[in-house]
């Protein structure tokens, strides 16, 4: 019977066989370091041996299992609130469920319309050859800039000032990353979701919150509120804004088409592309 040569086979068990030689020799001078180093080394050159080095695996870190938001035929503009941070009584406000005062869904939801600028820009650079009248411009990037959202907060009794202090505590934490004692420990502050006006304008955009100011003016009246137990003096108006950057992660940018943007797919896809 004539012998058949598979190249496919062939070249794949040469690929196996390099990829278990490399990763033995790895083990071997791991283990052999350590093995200089006296009996403890040779303790932990054993254990390497015999666990994880093997059977290694890389687990995505995730954050939030549900960061979108919630009700698709409210066109209210809103920050989604990743779960991992709708802990403790305090934001209780803006968390979803039937005990929730204002029920928003997971989300801090602006009470009336804020104003909202956002641009976007395209980069070229300037090349101008020696004696030439006009110079060439050739594309380097695109950028969609920073969005300001400025929003008026009126509050008129305890309920609304409880929504208040919600928002700020939110704001507040939303700019501080996952330091000391917290879990998981070193991630940077989470990413948030914009929605508003419907999906065409403002739809489901990953953003992260660069910076938020408020004031509490000298010349209104306080409304007290208690919250967890706490007496708070809350102004009855007070303006909030907020600066978030869409903020797209480099896989999400890879599946990016312009043709289907032109289109309109993009609309109500996971990217959140604006």
């Not at 879990?183 to 304008?201: A, E, K, Q, S, T």
């Not at 137990?229 to 896989?251: E, F, K």
Request: hydrophobic fraction near 35%.
């Amino acid at each position: 019977m004539p012998f058949k040569f598979n190249a496919s086979s062939f070249v794949e068990s040469i690929v196996n066989d390099g990829k278990k030689a490399l990763k033995n020799a790895a083990l071997d001078v791991v283990q052999q370091k350590l093995g200089g180093l006296g009996p403890l080394g040779k303790l932990a050159s054993k254990f390497i041996s015999t666990t994880a080095i093997n059977d290694r695996t890389i687990t995505r870190a995730i954050i939030s299992k549900d960061i979108s938001v919630s009700d698709a035929s409210d066109w209210r503009v809103s920050i989604s609130i990743p779960e991992i941070l709708l802990n403790g009584p305090v934001l209780d406000p803006l968390r979803e469920g039937s005990s929730a005062a204002f029920n928003t869904g997971n989300r801090l939801v602006f009470p009336f319309n804020p104003t909202i600028l956002f641009s976007h820009s395209a980069n070229y650079n300037s090349v101008q050859p020696t004696h030439t009248n006009y110079p060439y411009y050739a594309y380097q990037n695109s950028v969609v800039d920073a969005m300001t959202i400025t929003g008026e907060f009126f509050q008129e009794n305890y309920r609304d000032a409880q929504y208040w202090i919600a928002a700020i505590h939110f704001l507040r934490t939303a700019t501080k990353m996952f330091y000391g004692y917290s879990d998981p420990l070193g991630n940077p502050p989470p990413v948030c979701r914009l929605n508003g006006y419907g999906p065409h304008v403002i739809n489901n955009v990953p953003v992260i919150i660069t910076n938020f100011t408020t004031d509490m003016p000298a010349d209104v009246d306080y409304i007290e509120c208690i919250v967890d137990g706490q007496t708070n003096m809350v102004p009855v108006q007070s303006t909030i804004t907020v600066t978030v950057q869409p903020q797209y992660a480099r896989r999400s940018q890879s599946r990016f088409s312009l043709n289907d943007f032109a289109k309109g797919n993009h609309v109500g896809g996971d990217e959140g592309f604006i």
